[in-house]
């Protein structure tokens, strides 16, 4: 036994024949690479402290992007050892954020965290993201090292359970509702944290400069507004009657009471935009890097800018030109629910096409909207005002009337075009008749 311990490494005991160690080890946890080529993320919040235990998928941090907050997860059941950034503090991609001790199987390959479609919290307006696995070609289960030990202690199959992760990658939460430990999953309804309270207002002592770093969205907004600044743009104002469309979202204002779902002016709007879109689709284009190619984009993702707490925000509906009023209200709803949450998904800021900037939400009547690039027009709407106008037999009546401003990329657009755009959108907005005769 003693000439055995003279060849066994320090921490090793001898049972038998076979050698066991502690499989315990400092695993550092690195902030992986979040998409919409980012490089750096605010540390916004942290949700452990050192020597708290955490299981995988539970929540570690929230970082702030330019476009979105997200919310990272762990990928190991372990204990947390330190924290290795403060809140406030600058973290780059690739950066360990956390030292993890566990016991769990560690992959050679390099450990990330990538969003998922999960539904965001309340206070982070992107996906949470979730543990990544290797795909496989051959047909073989995806899944963590840590998934497949709990696989393997149940003398389960991996390829027997259906995958709801990204991929179809198989999760700790899939196993487990497997052996029926945690009750199915709803689709209904997904569990999100408490709503976290608004973005404090600045407080200026008196006779002190107060610095406020840019972060979040308003960087954002720094970076598209600086490329705005690099287009010629056109302006066009017009005004358009409501007075029919008071009347139908009057006559509407029940059903919508029965779908559950909030209807405004603003998805009539939307849609009939999409309409106008459809006859006038290089308003819904947008210009390559080198300005080599105009691409006319099929799809109608109109966005919206919305004012929350963190700033302004553009997040856009998918597909305006496949959906009903009804379907574009319920997500305009739900983008500004999660606005005022500041939990607006990453997903939701990409891809838009074309963009409304509802400023008479605030109380404005006139605006100048500034293009968001590489979009090649957009559109702001004014406060509904009843004022004095004449009839066709010129008798005075007042009229529902909203004044809409467009601005356009006069290198591609010129001005008849969004002025017959325009006019086209006057006429589906004030004889909704026709606009439904339009509807598919």
Known sequence: MLLRSLFLPSGLQFRGFHYSASLAKLVPFKLADIGEGIAEVEMKEWYVKEG???????????VQSDKAAVTITS????????????????????????NIDTDDAVDDAPSAESPSQAESTPSTP?????????????????????????????????????????????????VLRFLG?????SSESTPTKPASSPV???????GEDKVVPVRGYTRAMVKSMSESLKIPHFGYDDEIYFDQLVKLRGQLKHIGKEKGVKL???????KATSLALSKYPILNSSIDGNFDNLIYKAAHNICLAIDTPGGLVVP??????????????????????????????????????????????????????????????????????????????????????????????????????IARFSNLLKDYLENPALMATELR
């Open 264 to 270: 405004s002016y603003m998805p009539i709007i939307i």
């Open 316 to 417: 856009n509906i998918k597909h305006c030109e496949q959906k009903t009023i009804w379907e574009i209200a319920a997500d305009l709803n739900k983008l500004q629910e999660a606005g005022a949450k500041q939990a607006i998904k990453s997903e939701d800021l990409a891809g838009g096409t074309f963009t409304l900037s509802n400023i008479g939400a605030i109380g404005g009547t006139y605006a100048i909207p500034i293009i968001f690039p590489p979009q090649v027009a957009i559109g702001a709407i004014g406060k509904i005002q009843k004022l004095p106008r004449y009839d066709a037999h010129d008798n005075v009546y007042p009229a529902h009337v909203v004044k809409f401003s467009w601005a356009a990329d006069h290198r591609v657009i010129d001005g008849a075009t």
């Open 200 to 206: 404090a207002p600045v407080t200026i002592v008196k």
């Open 126 to 174: 992107a996906s949470t993201p979730s543990t990544v696995t290797h795909g496989s070609t051959s047909g073989k289960a995806i899944a963590t090292p840590a998934v497949r030990r709990i696989a393997m202690e149940n003398n389960l199959k991996l390829s027997q359970i259906s995958g709801t992760g990204k991929d179809g990658r198989v999760l700790k939460e899939d």
């Open 75 to 98: 990928r190991f059941d372990g204990v947390v050892k330190n924290l290795l950034h403060d809140v406030g503090s600058i973290v780059k991609v690739g950066s360990v954020l956390v």
């Open 52 to 62: 708290d235990k955490v299981s995988q998928f539970d929540n570690i941090c929230e």
């Open 181 to 185: 430990q945690i009750p199915p999953a």
